[in-house]
């Protein structure tokens, strides 16, 4: 059985960052800049008012001075190339472009309006209320660094650049198959022995979250049927994610199926509970395969610290063989809690006000439990943790 950190190494060296594409910045954000990004025009574009006032010489303007307002307002929008003569203002709004012969802009506030003049109440300095061209950043300049995430303020900052679109790592599409006779679909009536099919949503909605874009697929507990799905799926996704079936049992068709259809199985079982069954394999075309157990609590586990780490890396994010993607837990445990088996444990935990108590039964199926958890709690083979006792693990 291979190590955690062992299995993601595998996974992430058969992992490339998706292709680089041009996406509308409306459509970019928590992308990953592919490239980085180099500033096209100064910021300020030009220099131009930062208030409504009048534009004028700050020596004109000592206290109580009168000076004569010109006729003609310039407003933000076209500059109208206006020249301001000494002991003159010019009625300016914010945005607009500086008159020549100016070096202040009066607030409004500080003046009184006495018909065509106005009395200053209150001097300005030079420089005052001016935005000057390129003191916010200057064309040249790089404004992003490829890795970076596209956040709505950084989306706007390439809107005023310009740029209709920005260059980051394409999604990749995660199939989701789910397998099971028992599974029948939410809205539809349940029969004697069957449970509705709690995994397709769960990961295609965790797939969304973690910033692919996700679809699912069933297939019954038949051997053709799986194969039949699963080479639909493989067709078309950069990633398959396989729930249930891959077990040792003789109802799961999932490995055979894998086998037929071309599927290299790189590994399957990792030293890691829940995380057996998991098996991780890659088809000659470049989709790689990840088979989950079927129980949710372990699927999603799994998927937490197995296929996250892999949608990252296909994002463009930086991706350790350590670091999941998850944030990192830090909390103390409020309960005991131990761990008597020889694989590290993942329970799943509430982390509030950094103490952290587990969240309900801690059995594979518990899907209500893992609904309330926030975090998952790491726990070595053998760790036993008193209350106050410092935790590791993963925001969920
Ligand atoms: P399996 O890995 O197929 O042996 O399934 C293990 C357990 O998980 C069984 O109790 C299944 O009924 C359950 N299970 C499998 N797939 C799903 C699913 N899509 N939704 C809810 N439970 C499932
Ligand atoms: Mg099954």
């Not at 300020?44 to 307002?73: C, H, Q, T, W």
């Not at 065509?116 to 916010?136: A, F, K, Q, Y």
């Not at 059995?363 to 709690?377: D, E, K, M, P, Y």
């Not at 726990?379 to 008193?386: C, M, N, S, T, W």
């Given at each position: 059985m291979l190590e955690e950190s062992e299995a993601r190494r595998?996974?992430?060296?058969?992992?490339?960052?998706?292709?680089?594409?041009?996406?509308?910045?409306?459509?970019?954000l928590g992308q990953v800049l592919a490239q980085d990004i180099v500033g096209a025009v100064?910021?300020?574009?030009?220099?131009?008012?930062?208030?409504?006032?009048?534009?004028?010489?700050?020596?004109?303007?000592?206290?109580?001075?009168?000076?004569?307002?010109?006729?003609?307002?310039?407003?933000?929008g076209e500059d109208l190339g206006l020249v301001c003569a000494a002991g003159e203002a010019i009625r300016i709004f914010t945005g607009a472009a500086l008159p020549q012969g100016i070096d202040a802009v009066i607030m409004q506030e500080d003046v009184e309006r006495e018909g065509?003049?106005?009395?200053?109440?209150?001097?300005?300095?030079?420089?005052?209320?001016?935005?000057?061209?390129?003191?916010?950043a200057c064309a040249g300049q790089i404004l992003l660094r490829r890795g970076e995430i596209m956040s709505p303020t950084r989306i706007g900052l390439l809107a005023s650049q310009g740029f209709p679109e920005v260059p980051v790592y394409g999604k990749p599409l995660v199939q989701v198959v789910t397998t099971g006779d028992e599974l029948v679909e939410p809205g539809a009536p349940l029969l004697p022995g069957e449970i509705y099919n709690?995994?397709?949503?769960?990961?295609?909605?965790?797939?969304?979250?973690?910033?692919?874009?996700?679809?699912?697929?069933h297939a019954c507990d038949d051997p053709d049927e799986v194969r039949t799905v699963l080479a639909e799926a493989l067709?078309?996704?950069?990633?398959?994610?396989?729930?249930?079936?891959?077990?040792?049992?003789?109802?799961?068709?999932?490995?055979?199926?894998?086998?037929?259809?071309?599927?290299?199985?790189?590994?399957?079982?990792?030293?890691?509970?829940?995380?057996?069954?998991?098996?991780?394999?890659?088809?000659?075309?470049?989709?790689?395969?990840?088979?989950?157990?079927?129980n949710p609590v372990s699927a999603y586990v799994t998927f937490s610290l197995f296929v996250i780490p892999a949608i990252r890396k296909m994002?463009?994010?930086?991706?350790?063989?350590?670091?999941?993607?998850l944030g990192e837990l830090s909390g103390i445990a409020a309960e005991p809690m131990s761990n008597l088996g020889d694989r590290p444990h993942y329970l799943r935990g509430v982390c509030e006000g950094g103490r952290v108590r587990l969240s309900g039964t801690?059995?594979?199926?518990?899907?209500?439990?893992?609904?309330?958890?926030?975090?998952?709690?790491?726990?070595?083979?053998?760790?036993?943790?008193?209350?106050?006792?410092?935790?590791s693990g993963y925001g969920m």
């Open positions: 595998r996974i992430l060296e058969h992992t490339a960052p998706g292709v680089v594409i041009w996406v509308p910045l409306e459509l970019a100064d910021s300020p574009v030009f220099d131009n008012s930062g208030m409504d006032g009048y534009a004028l010489r700050a020596a004109d303007a000592k206290k109580g001075a009168l000076l004569r307002v010109g006729e003609i307002v310039q407003s933000a065509d003049h106005i009395r200053v109440l209150d001097p300005v300095e030079p420089g005052e209320n001016i935005r000057w061209r390129g003191s916010d709690s995994n397709a949503p769960m990961l295609q909605t965790a797939v969304e979250k973690a910033g692919a874009v996700g679809s699912a697929s067709a078309v996704a950069d990633i398959v994610v396989i729930a249930g079936g891959v077990s040792v049992g003789e109802r799961d068709f999932v490995k055979d199926a894998l086998t037929e259809l071309g599927v290299v199985t790189e590994f399957w079982r990792v030293r890691v509970k829940p995380g057996k069954p998991f098996v991780f394999g890659r088809h000659p075309d470049g989709t790689l395969v990840f088979g989950l157990p079927g994002l463009g994010c930086e991706v350790g063989v350590n670091c999941v993607g801690q059995q594979s199926h518990a899907i209500f439990g893992l609904s309330r958890a926030n975090c998952l709690v790491r726990l070595g083979p053998g760790q036993e943790v008193l209350p106050g006792e410092m935790l």
